[in-house]
């Protein structure tokens, strides 16, 4: 659907598989044995994290509602009100699958009482005089609540209203005036909720292997860069990649390689002739007709990348072709109609790393302020010089380990454990409950636990860069204030913790291992108690699924 409304997201794709495939080929050097077929490229590069915006209370439960039919829980509460210079009129929340992630919509909700009475008053008439949702799509929502599931019938019918009617883009709007005005007073996303006919997806994002490759791939493709600008960005994002492609980042980009499999791999050898090669290849992939993306209406790629510097693999890094401006036809009361314009939907892409704990996350945003506050002094860095750009960004994240093992150590990040053969066959002789010593010695192996969700910050970012507004304070006269339970009361359902998923993850597995080296009587009274409750709230979260 959303490829044949904006043909650049397609092309966006075929970018992103190209530049995909050379990661696995310039890998398959490296790791003898390791390779993807299609299929496995196809799915792997496939996964998708998709955006909608909401106007209502009303219309936000029928949307949970919706995908509650797909398994789809909300997870973690965003709000966009309070971050400072980039904040949103919006609060929101990520529908996914506790159990299969791989494919998520952040879904946020415009909330109303950030705008002055009479603004408010405009914003509500306009909102309830649409119905996004059909009235069979009210019944079959209402169905799978009633019965815990549909058929396939009426499943298929679901999707049908969704591709049809709820998510499509219809290019018409209404009231140009009240979007003016909220254009105009710095309330875009607004204006983009409010008088739209439906809950159009304003991105998709697709997963990609190296994000400093794809995004030097478009910017060449969009006709931002010239081939010796591509060749040295493109060299430095494989010379990187060449640096950080130990075992533990292949098992966390190839979820379904299992840690024997990675292990069972011979040792190639990358040189700097096989960089130039590479280089020389993928510049010869992307001179092609197909991918001559500047002959496609644009408006160009971001400058900088959101979320943390590549040597620091933590969260997600966000980027993204900038909104695309379209034809809109505005309908009025009357009758009368208005050709416009708008500006809001764009091309993201995205990289997943490893969930941080609190204190992770905590360091995390220290050092984002800090590279916040350094971008600030020179706003125009990374388009004058984007090597340097990325060194000084870098380099306010220097207090964090740049590998799983350290980041492990240092408690910054949640692992999954799990005891060797050598382990197995040692039980006996094990005494240490120390989990690094047991990983030292090759009695347990590690990976870590891939993080899931997002990072309302550099959301914020990415929607600044594409409504051409950094930030919008509240026009209220008394600035409101939301939580959790706001949007689970809105909702009528409660929003999933996933520290609790990520830090449930890791307990259950330390557990195991414990057990499974007979070392639990050796486990002090209170790590094991701690363990233990971590363990059962994520155990039972499974229980509810399976039930």
Same mark, same amino acid.
């Given at each position: 659907?959303?490829?044949?409304?904006?043909?650049?997201?397609?092309?966006?794709?075929?970018?992103?598989?190209?530049?995909?495939?050379?990661?696995?080929?310039?890998?398959?050097?490296?790791?003898?044995?390791?390779?993807? $077929? /299609?299929?496995? @490229?196809?799915?792997?590069?496939?996964?998708?994290?998709?955006?909608?915006?909401?106007?209502?209370?009303?219309?936000?439960?029928?949307?949970? %509602?919706?995908?509650?039919?797909?398994?789809?829980?909300? !997870?973690?509460?965003?709000?966009?009100?309070?971050?400072?210079?980039?904040?949103?009129?919006?609060?929101?929340?990520?529908?996914?699958?506790?159990?299969?992630?791989?494919?998520?919509?952040?879904?946020?909700?415009?909330?109303?009482?950030?705008?002055?009475?009479d603004t408010r008053i405009r914003v509500e008439e306009r909102l309830s005089q649409r119905q996004?949702?059909?009235?069979?799509?009210?019944?079959? #929502?209402?169905?799978?609540?009633?019965?815990?599931?549909?058929?396939?019938?009426?499943?298929?019918? @679901?999707?049908?209203?969704?591709?049809?009617?709820?998510?499509?883009?219809?290019?018409?709007? !209404?009231?140009?005036?009240?979007?003016?005005? @909220?254009?105009?007073?710095?309330?875009?996303?607004?204006? /983009?909720?409010?008088?739209?006919?439906? !809950?159009?997806?304003?991105?998709?994002?697709?997963?990609?292997?190296?994000?400093?490759?794809?995004?030097?791939?478009?910017?060449?493709?969009?006709?931002?860069?010239?081939?010796?600008?591509?060749?040295?960005?493109?060299?430095?994002?494989?010379?990187?990649? =060449?640096?950080?492609?130990?075992?533990?980042?292949?098992?966390?980009?190839?979820?379904?390689?299992?840690?024997?499999?990675?292990?069972?791999?011979?040792?190639?050898?990358?040189?700097?002739?096989?960089?130039?090669?590479?280089?020389?290849?993928?510049?010869?992939?992307?001179?092609?007709?197909?991918?001559?993306?500047?002959?496609? $209406?644009?408006?160009?790629?971001?400058?900088?990348?959101?979320?943390?510097?590549?040597?620091?693999?933590?969260?997600?890094?966000?980027?993204?072709?900038?909104?695309?401006?379209?034809?809109?036809?505005?309908?009025?009361? /009357?009758?009368?109609?208005?050709?416009?314009?708008?500006?809001?939907?764009?091309?993201?892409?995205?990289?997943?790393?490893? +969930?941080?704990?609190?204190?992770?996350?905590?360091?995390?945003?220290?050092? @984002?302020? $800090?590279?916040? $506050?350094?971008?600030?002094?020179?706003?125009?860095?990374?388009?004058?010089?984007?090597? +340097?750009?990325?060194?000084?960004?870098?380099?306010?994240?220097?207090?964090?380990?740049?590998?799983?093992?350290?980041?492990?150590?240092?408690?910054? #990040?949640?692992?999954?454990?799990?005891?060797?053969?050598?382990?197995?066959?040692?039980?006996?002789?094990?005494?240490?409950?120390?989990?690094?010593?047991?990983?030292?010695?090759?009695?347990?192996?590690?990976? %870590?636990?891939?993080?899931? /969700?997002?990072?309302?910050?550099? +959301?914020?970012?990415?929607?600044?860069?594409?409504?051409?507004?950094?930030?919008?304070?509240?026009?209220?006269?008394?600035?409101?204030?939301?939580?959790?339970?706001?949007?689970?009361?809105?909702? %009528?359902?409660?929003? #999933?913790?996933?520290?609790?998923?990520?830090?449930?993850?890791?307990?259950?597995?330390?557990l195991q291992v414990y057990s499974d080296l007979n070392l639990l009587d050796k486990l002090e009274?209170?790590?094991?108690?701690?363990?233990?409750?971590?363990?059962?709230?994520?155990?039972?979260?499974? =229980?509810?699924i399976s039930s």
């Open positions: 659907m959303f490829g044949t409304e904006v043909p650049l997201y397609d092309k966006s794709l075929l970018v992103n598989r190209l530049c995909n495939q050379v990661v696995v080929e310039f890998l398959s050097k490296k790791y003898q044995g390791f390779n993807l $077929n /299609d299929e496995q @490229l196809d799915k792997t590069s496939g996964e998708r994290h998709g955006a909608i915006r909401i106007g209502t209370p009303e219309e936000y439960r029928r949307v949970a %509602g919706f995908f509650a039919a797909f398994d789809m829980e909300p !997870h973690n509460f965003y709000d966009m009100t309070s971050l400072g210079g980039k904040s949103q009129p919006i609060i929101a929340t990520a529908f996914r699958s506790r159990l299969n992630p791989e494919h998520r919509v952040f879904c946020s909700l415009l909330m109303i009482d950030s705008f002055t009475p996004v949702f059909s009235d069979r799509a009210r019944e079959l #929502v209402a169905k799978n609540q009633e019965q815990g599931g549909l058929n396939e019938a009426d499943a298929e019918e @679901l999707v049908r209203e969704g591709i049809s009617q709820i998510f499509k883009w219809t290019g018409r709007a !209404h009231d140009y005036r009240l979007y003016n005005e @909220l254009c105009d007073t710095g309330f875009k996303i607004a204006a /983009d909720i409010a008088c739209f006919e439906s !809950h159009h997806l304003n991105h998709l994002t697709p997963n990609t292997f190296c994000m400093n490759l794809y995004t030097a791939a478009m910017k060449f493709c969009l006709g931002e860069s010239d081939e010796d600008t591509f060749r040295h960005r493109a060299a430095n994002a494989l010379n990187w990649l =060449n640096g950080v492609s130990d075992r533990d980042y292949m098992k966390l980009h190839f979820r379904h390689l299992t840690l024997e499999d990675i292990n069972a791999y011979g040792n190639g050898c990358i040189s700097a002739e096989d960089i130039s090669t590479f280089t020389d290849q993928i510049v010869e992939r992307l001179a092609v007709d197909a991918l001559r993306l500047s002959d496609l $209406n644009h408006s160009g790629f971001k400058d900088f990348t959101e979320g943390p510097p590549a040597d620091t693999p933590i969260l997600l890094r966000q980027d993204s072709y900038k909104a695309l401006t379209e034809p809109v036809t505005f309908v009025e009361a /009357d009758g009368s109609t208005t050709a416009a314009v708008h500006t809001a939907r764009f091309g993201e892409i995205e990289q997943r790393f490893y +969930a941080t704990t609190p204190e992770g996350r905590k360091l995390y945003d220290e050092c @984002l302020a $800090n590279a916040e $506050n350094v971008r600030a002094t020179n706003p125009d860095l990374a388009k004058q010089d984007f090597d +340097a750009y990325q060194d000084s960004y870098a380099a306010s994240f220097a207090a964090f380990p740049k590998t799983l093992p350290e980041l492990l150590k240092k408690n910054m #990040v949640y692992g999954r454990y799990s005891v060797t053969t050598a382990g197995k066959q040692q039980r006996q002789e094990v005494s240490t409950t120390d989990i690094d010593a047991l990983v030292e010695s090759g009695l347990v192996q590690y990976e %870590g636990v891939r993080y899931e /969700d997002f990072l309302p910050f550099s +959301a914020a970012g990415i929607f600044a860069s594409n409504l051409g507004q950094y930030g919008t304070k509240s026009a209220a006269p008394e600035k409101p204030v939301y939580s959790k339970e706001t949007l689970e009361q809105i909702m %009528g359902r409660k929003i #999933v913790d996933p520290d609790e998923i990520y830090s449930g993850i890791e307990a259950d597995s330390l009274a209170s790590e094991q108690k701690k363990l233990e409750s971590r363990s059962a709230a994520y155990r039972s979260m499974l =229980n509810e």
